[in-house]
């Protein structure tokens, strides 16, 4: 979700029309004159002068409408938000890029001039790469226009990951233990969640407990009476949500740490989700009318809510969506920031695809339409957060639908409930 297509070529020589002035015409004709007399000498520095002036005005025009070859010094910054700043790698400069250079150019006797350009580009909320177009909520009622957008998109974060590969061959960091970190770690964390965050789980640790309890190693009665408690089955569903914010967010820090890196440059900048928060509102209405569609069938509604006591009272539906909710903030950290965010210079866009294997698979006893639509929206949601440099539109859109489909499925079946508290 490795393409090198964007990595930088030798760079070319480029000059700038300023570099050039009057002085050294007139040194060059000056020279020529005192080496050759008479009328040839005026011959030779007249045509060298104009050699000299139409090679200053092919710069000029060149420059002027954009199509140098500037020899840069390939640098890459990632600020506090995670955003990327790409300094000139060989770039093919058009007359629309936002870029401040301050050049240094020279005159070669081989007519091979040469330029050192530091360009600083800005991406504020998108790709460094300003040419890729952005998703637009028009663009998602066309999925020809939204796929073209979304492989320009994918191109865009090729040549970021080829220029932050050639920043670190500069520097010298050697081999870069991010993917290695995020794959294994990541292979760890969601091994502990299966093997230890479901509900029975948390059954076999509160029989456990009672044991204690009933030994005297524990002098309370808490652990024994839970599970007769009228909180018991949101307690089972409560302790998966926490496992699950828990594997996919916290355990998940060590490794960020582990692999170098900081806990705010995994994409958790809102700047990009405000920036686009249209565009997901419009994705969540695109979704919400295939739940509605769905709500209708009896595997959708025999599957949601997890919580089968949603309806008892107000208290339970919001609690359980709470803590449902957390869970989705964990799991898109993991997904889409943290790993998208340690591979994707190793990987580029691959990186996207590579994080929807094991993301769809976490979807496997769901209903396959589900399942199957996992594998769409890890790629959408995967390419957004990588160019909005924000983890929160996915976030919000996983939130609301999840929301939405337990509504739907209440309304299907038993009904929202009628109290605020469990009677």
């Keep these: 979700m490795t393409h090198r297509s964007g990595d930088p070529t030798p760079p070319n020589a480029g000059t700038d029309s300023d570099t050039v002035s009057g002085s050294d015409t007139d040194s060059v ?21 104009d050699t000299v002036s139409d090679t200053v005005s092919d710069t000029d025009t060149s420059d002027s409408v954009g199509h140098g070859h500037a020899h840069a010094h390939a640098h890459v910054d990632v600020d506090v938000h995670g955003y990327v700043d790409v300094h000139g790698h ?12 301050d050049s240094h150019s020279h005159s070669d006797s081989d007519s091979h ?53 050639v920043e670190r061959a500069r520097a010298g960091l050697g081999f870069d233990r ?17 093997y230890f965050g479901a509900p029975q789980h948390f059954q076999a640790l509160i029989r456990w407990l009672a044991a204690l309890e ?34 996919f967010g916290l355990f998940a820090v060590p490794f960020v740490w582990l692999g170098g890196e900081r806990v705010r440059d995994q994409l958790v900048s809102p700047r990009g989700f405000w920036r686009h928060l249209p565009l997901y509102l419009v994705a969540f ?16 509604q025999t599957y949601y809510p997890f919580y089968r006591s949603s ?26 920031g943290w790993w998208l965010k340690a591979c994707k210079a190793q990987l580029g866009s691959a990186a996207i695809f590579a994080m929807v294997v094991p993301y769809v698979m976490i979807h496997f006893g769901k209903e396959l339409p589900e399942t199957l639509g996992a ?25 609301l639908v999840a929301v939405s489909m337990d509504v739907a499925a209440l309304m299907q079946t038993v009904g929202l409930p009628t109290c605020w508290w469990p009677e």
């Design 29 to 49: 004709s000056g020279s020529v004159s005192g080496s050759v007399s008479g009328s040839v000498s005026d011959t030779v520095s007249e045509t060298v002068s």
């Design 90 to 101: 060989d770039s093919h400069s058009d007359s629309d890029s936002h870029s401040d250079s």
């Design 113 to 165: 001039s040469h330029s050192d350009s530091h360009s600083h580009s800005h991406s504020d909320s998108h790709s460094a790469d300003s040419d890729a177009p952005e998703l637009t909520i028009a663009g998602l009622f066309n999925p020809l226009r939204t796929y073209r957008t979304l492989r320009s998109s994918w191109a865009a974060i090729d040549r970021e990951a080829a220029a932050e590969r």
């Design 178 to 194: 991010r993917p290695l970190v995020a794959f294994c770690g990541g292979a760890v964390l969601l091994t502990l969640m299966e």
């Design 214 to 247: 009933e030994a005297g190693t524990l002098d309370s009665t808490f652990f024994r009476n839970l599970p007769s408690s009228p909180w018991w089955s949101l307690s089972n569903h409560g302790y998966w949500a926490l496992w699950r914010f828990a594997g």
């Design 285 to 300: 209405v695109l979704v919400f009318g295939c739940v509605v569609a769905v709500s209708f069938t009896e595997g959708f």
């Design 311 to 336: 309806n008892r009272s107000w208290a339970d539906l919001v609690i359980w969506e709470i803590l449902y909710a957390l869970q989705f903030l964990g799991l898109e950290f993991f997904f889409r």
């Design 375 to 399: 594998i769409l929206a890890g790629v959408v949601l995967g390419t957004l957060a990588l160019r909005t440099r924000s983890i929160w539109g996915g976030f919000a859109v996983h939130v």
